[in-house]
């Protein structure tokens, strides 16, 4: 699985406004919704479970990245929104630090190997130093599009 095939190229949100967590995943979460990968009438519930999930444990992973996510029967396949925070978020990340970069993700509730599959794809890239950094760097869209790009190329060639 690729990282493009997770990413919803609009649902890339390289100035992220929001400053709190439960607000960021909210942003992330209305991108999905105005992409209409979910219909708007779901956002309450979906963003209930995604702020559950973060009160079992922060998904703020350390190294200035999140990866928020809930699973739903609204989707048939993981599908991601990413945000890039100058000023940072609060995750309580395990480092305390904050947060930079963000990945929401849903993932269809009835398929847990897709979840696992696309959260080994994300975390490969987020183990990356060199991956972590461009992203908090990116300023625009294209600049997410392009990193995703050549990390999709990348883990491809290493897996040929």
Do not use: W, Y
Not at 143 to 148: A, C, E, I, R
């Amino acid at each position: 699985m690729n990282l493009r095939d997770i990413v919803v190229s609009d649902a890339i949100v390289p100035g992220l406004e929001a400053t709190k967590r439960d607000h960021a995943i909210g942003e992330l979460l209305d991108r999905l919704i105005a992409c209409g990968v979910v219909d708007g009438a779901s956002r309450a519930p979906l963003l209930k479970e995604a702020l559950a999930r973060e009160k079992r444990g922060s998904t703020g992973f350390g190294h200035g990245v999140a990866v928020p996510h809930t699973k739903t029967a609204l989707v048939q396949k993981p599908v991601a929104a990413v945000g890039v925070s100058q000023g940072g978020v609060d995750f309580s990340s395990l480092d305390r630090q904050p947060v930079h970069s963000i990945i929401f993700m849903l993932s269809p509730k009835d398929h847990p190997e897709a979840h696992l599959e696309a959260m080994e794809t994300i975390f490969g890239a987020l183990s990356q130093e060199t991956f972590r950094r461009f992203l908090r760097q990116a300023r625009n869209r294209d600049d997410v599009l392009t990193l995703l790009d050549e990390t999709d190329g990348a883990a491809n060639a290493g897996s040929a």
